[in-house]
């Protein structure tokens, strides 16, 4: 039963992540080009709505953990639906403003959708090993949607996506109708962020957080230009992707395995160490390295599972910890709000950086950046930050994240 109950909490992920990965990789192309709009004012109003996005997750936080968490998703699933039509449905070029506001209500209802999800096992799990079966099986889903999700256009046709694509909305409600039920009799009492903030436990474990999402945030703003001007292997792309996700998925039972054995601290450091190594290796690369750049890929993307699923395991555990200490408090929509803020503050500012760096370092307009500027941006800082998050969850103040591994909260 335990294992039917985790498979019904982690389906949503499928349909979320195949109908994710099209919105962010394609549509943007497709409103430039097709929608007319241009590549610079593109850019411009999906900068400008992902900042209303980020502005979005802290109200929803609150507003779920008010009581509203289990209406949330379905609400979402509407506005998504709605929104998604009116977008592809209606001829373009809007006004900027309008186009900006239409995107703000599409992130708002993934929001909806994602964040009482996310915070769900704080409510299902009650041991170690439950928390890290739950988180475990949302990130292997999220990883196998995005392989769909990468296959799917070398396979079917353009039509037959677009069924798939409806197809996968339908199946989203269904798996979100058959989410578990969170036990009942929790307080409609929350805390605030300022309250949530407060607490030193969860400073400590924001800023890695987010220092690691901007680790692997940039490489993936850069990731073309390096293929391209390092590499000279842009028609790779596609396989390079490949193979990290499936690494990553592969992988993910490994790391769950790992992490049971040895504790998650330790397995998300030696994961953090692993990954940096393994990355470092790019800076030896040149022309006609496309393949062996593949191979470093399989043995980064093997390093997801230390990446995703175990730091949401210990953002589980301190939301449950939080909670038995104020047993009369809601918290956990909350603090996955701000997870959620943070992950999508880094990959804004991945951009915003790597593109700044790279733009101050052209000799002229129209022209790459030089190969040494492009692999400090894909590799150093990457490699940087991933050193400096080892090196923060080594200190102290971190130690209760290790000490929470010999005992259920």
Known sequence: MAAVQQLRYALPGLSLAILGLPFYIYVPLWLAEEGGYGYGAIGAIFFAARLGDIATDLPVGSIADRGFGHRLPLLGWLLLVASAAVLIGAPHPWHSGLLVLALVVLMLAWSFITIPWLALPVLLSKNRD?????????????????????????????????????????????SLLGLPSAPKGRSALTSSYRQLLADPRVRHLAGPWFINMLANAIPGTVLVLFMREVLGAEALIPLALLSYFAAGFLAMPIWYAVARRCGRLWSWRLGLLLSAVLFSLGLGLGDGDGYWFIAISIGTGMMLGADQA????????????????????????????????????????????????????????????PEWAICAAYIVAPVVLKLLVFALLGRPQMAYLGHEDGGDV
């Not at 928390?131 to 353009?158: K, V």
């Not at 603090?335 to 370092?361: E, I, P």
């Open 130 to 174: 439950e928390r890290l079966a739950y988180n475990s099986s949302r990130e292997g889903m999220l990883l196998f949607g995005t392989l769909i999700a990468m296959l799917a256009p070398g396979i079917f046709d353009a039509n037959t996506l677009r069924v798939t694509l409806a197809g996968m909305l339908g199946f989203l409600l269904l």
């Open 310 to 369: 175990i730091p949401s395991t210990m953002q589980t555990t301190l939301a449950q910890r939080l909670m038995a200490e104020q047993p009369n408090t809601a918290v956990a929509a909350r603090l996955f709000a701000l997870w959620s803020m943070l992950n999508k503050a880094a990959m804004g500012l991945a951009v915003g950086v790597a593109y700044l760096w790279l733009g101050t370092q052209q000799t002229g307009v129209g022209t790459p950046p």
